[in-house]
């Protein structure tokens, strides 16, 4: 069983910049796609972004290209996402996910991740 930990979630002004971690535990992490959701309160969870097992194909959702970037260190079992540039908009719970099934696709629906963590909290002032 795969388990997902958020964290770096926090507080800040709307232009200013927040580094999430998600570490991996309890499965091949390294043959797995990853990716970042996020739910708004009264919304549906969303696609944020997506790295494929080896690093080499992302996938971003329109709202945050350019801004986000998404990474991932197989050696330490953690995957990363930097954002930059953050509008109150990106305020939302960020949750990591698992893709098991699908190491050469870079999903972005829900569906198509199997193991998710908790979450961690982003809230953006402005």
């Known amino acids: 069983q795969v388990q997902l930990v958020e964290s770096g979630g926090g507080l800040v002004q709307a232009g200013g910049s927040l580094r999430l971690s998600c570490a991996a535990s309890?499965?091949?992490?390294?043959?797995?796609?990853m990716g970042w959701f996020r739910q708004a309160p009264g919304k549906e969870r969303e696609f944020v972004a997506g790295?494929?097992?080896?690093?080499?194909?992302?996938n971003y959702a329109d709202s945050v290209k350019g801004r986000f970037t998404i990474s991932r260190d197989n050696a330490k079992n953690t995957m990363y996402l930097q954002m930059n540039s953050l509008k109150p908009e990106d305020a939302a719970v960020y949750y990591c996910?698992?893709?098991?099934?699908?190491?050469?696709?870079?999903?972005?629906?829900?569906?198509?991740?199997?193991?998710w963590g908790q979450g961690t909290q982003v809230t953006v002032s402005s």
């Open positions: 309890g499965g091949t992490f390294s043959r797995y796609t």
């Open positions: 996910a698992a893709d098991r099934d699908r190491p050469l696709v870079v999903g972005s629906t829900t569906r198509w991740y199997e193991y």
């Open positions: 790295v494929m097992w080896n690093g080499r194909s992302t």
